[in-house]
């Protein structure tokens, strides 16, 4: 069974420029999850999709941040403007419906704004 | 509002002896646990979870974790340590129920675990 595929696996942008990551997950998985990891820290979710709904966006920050998943399979995820705390690992992870405990996750974007 | 703690940064231990990387949490009713294992440049494997039942959960790699209510603790073991158990642990938490706020999990964060040979 494939796993969570994610690209690009790094990215280096300035300040202020914009960036999308991609995420496809795992075949019949109708949750999609997209979390950001700081450096030193544990992910924190942005936003979960159910199918191509949202259902928790409550730490997105919707002023720069967006993300899609139109189609209810693959996702993605834009950042625009960026800012230097911005930088982190992006990572996708889906689920089952009724398994949402249990979440299989990419390998990550690196993200590095300067 | 659920909430995890990992109250060691690092944990070093010697190839062979048994290891311990604690965890406790907060949470309303019965939580939901888990712990994934990060290796470097990857993304977050499930190691195992606890929902319900025996107190004492098998997960892979030879670890398991114990489930103690009273101290709401969660601690990850394994009796005999390997190099390759070297790795970034990560434990969490999720409120039980439905609805969206109960299903987000909660992360701690991290204990990096050195094995040396």
């Known amino acids: 069974e494939a796993g969570v595929a994610q690209s690009p696996r790094y990215k280096i942008i300035e300040k202020r420029q914009s960036v999308a990551f991609w995420c496809n997950p795992i075949?019949?998985?109708?949750?999609l999850y997209w979390y950001q990891q700081i450096l030193g820290q544990g992910p924190k979710l942005l936003i979960q999709f159910q199918n191509n709904g949202v259902v928790d966006d409550s730490q997105l920050p919707k002023d720069r941040f967006s993300a899609e998943r139109l189609k209810g399979v693959d996702s993605t995820l834009k950042i625009q403007p960026a800012k230097l705390e911005d930088s982190a690992v992006y990572l996708c992870a889906s689920s089952t419906r009724d398994r949402s405990y249990e979440q299989y996750f990419g390998p990550g974007t690196r993200l590095t704004v300067t | 509002a659920q909430s995890v703690a990992q109250p060691e940064d690092q944990v070093n231990v010697a190839e062979g002896n048994p290891l311990t990387v604690k965890c406790t949490y907060s949470v309303s009713g019965n939580p939901y646990l888990f712990w994934y294992v990060q290796y470097p440049n990857r993304g977050l494997q499930f190691l195992l979870k606890y929902i319900t039942g025996d107190n004492l959960v098998k997960g892979s790699y030879g670890f398991e974790a114990e489930f103690n209510k009273s101290q709401t603790s969660f601690h990850l073991k394994k009796p005999s340590a390997l190099v390759s158990d070297s790795a970034l642990y990560f434990c969490a938490v999720r409120a039980p129920g439905v609805g969206s706020s109960a299903s987000k999990i909660i992360f701690g964060s991290g204990t990096r675990l050195s094995i040396r040979p």
């Open positions: 075949s019949g998985h109708a949750t």
